[in-house]
Nanobody, 124 residues
Framework: VQLQASGGGLVQAGGSLRLSCAVS????????MAWFRQAPGKEREFVAA????????YYGDSVKGRFTISGDNAKNTVYLQMNSLKPEDTAMYYC??????????????????WGQGTQVTVSS
């Protein structure tokens, strides 16, 4: 399984970006997909997750109401729409996939596969 993240960049505070995570080697729709982020000197932080088979999404407290995770089965791609971006959203963003539904959704060890990361920088 390979995950390819893209869509990061530099944006001003209040702006928007959409991240994409293309999945190859496995159909993601039966499993959990998530986005995490990590800023320099900080631990990896849960951002959002989606379990399409049960129709549920999950969000970290710091992004609720601003970010939306979604998926496109036909394209085997997961998206993270980020609106009202803040400087504190600046981080490397990673997509992740879990091969089992018998795990949680918010901790990095819940996931088996990781993309290479895409940098998001929000200027004030």
């Amino acid at each position: 399984v390979q995950l390819q993240a893209s869509g990061g960049g530099l944006v001003q505070a209040g702006g928007s970006l959409r991240l994409s995570c293309a999945v190859s080697g496995r159909t993601f729709s039966r499993y959990s997909m998530a986005w995490f982020r990590q800023a320099p000197g900080k631990e990896r932080e849960f951002v959002a997750a989606i379990r399409r088979i049960v129709g549920r999404t999950y969000y970290g407290d710091s992004v609720k109401g601003r970010f939306t995770i979604s998926g496109d089965n036909a394209k085997n791609t997961v998206y993270l729409q980020m609106n009202s971006l803040k400087p504190e959203d600046t981080a490397m963003y990673y997509c992740a996939a879990a091969s089992s539904l018998d795990t949680g959704v918010v901790a990095p060890p819940d996931y088996d596969y990781w993309g290479q990361g895409t940098q998001v920088t929000v200027s004030s």
